[in-house]
């Protein structure tokens, strides 16, 4: 079983930045690669962007690249997304996820993740 806790979400206006934070327990940290969905009402989850459990790789979305970082620390069992230069179009609920396994790969669909966090809510004003 892994626990995943995100926190960081907030109101923030258009340009504007927020970390959040993706605190995860019960299994060794550094075996858990992290992907990061966001979800607009009426609309499906959409994968942002995720970090392999080695720390080495990390994935995005077109729609963030260049403006979302991932990093992850070891010591303090905690992913980050780090958001800059946002946009109205963030504003969703944000969810961090694991797969079922250690060492497991990112994927950017849903079904290859079995454990969520309970999401934080980000919204951007224009």
């Known amino acids: 079983q892994v626990q995943l806790v995100e926190s960081g979400g907030g109101l923030v206006q258009t340009g504007g930045s927020l970390r959040l934070s993706c605190a995860a327990s019960?299994?060794?940290?550094?075996?858990?690669?992290i992907g990061w969905f966001h979800q607009a009402p009426g609309k499906e989850r959409e994968f942002v962007g995720g970090?392999?459990?080695?720390?080495?790789?990390?994935y995005y979305a077109d729609s963030v690249k260049g403006r979302f970082t991932i990093s992850r620390d070891n010591a303090k069992n905690t992913v980050y997304l780090q958001m800059n230069s946002l946009k109205p179009e963030d504003t969703a609920v944000y969810y961090c996820?694991?797969?079922?396994?250690?060492?497991?790969?990112?994927?950017?669909?849903?079904?290859?993740?079995?454990?969520w966090g309970q999401g934080t809510q980000v919204t951007v004003s224009s």
């Open positions: 996820a694991a797969p079922k396994y250690a060492m497991g790969a990112v994927t950017n669909s849903p079904s290859g993740y079995v454990y």
């Open positions: 970090i392999k459990w080695s720390g080495g790789s990390t």
């Open positions: 019960g299994r060794t940290f550094s075996t858990i690669s």
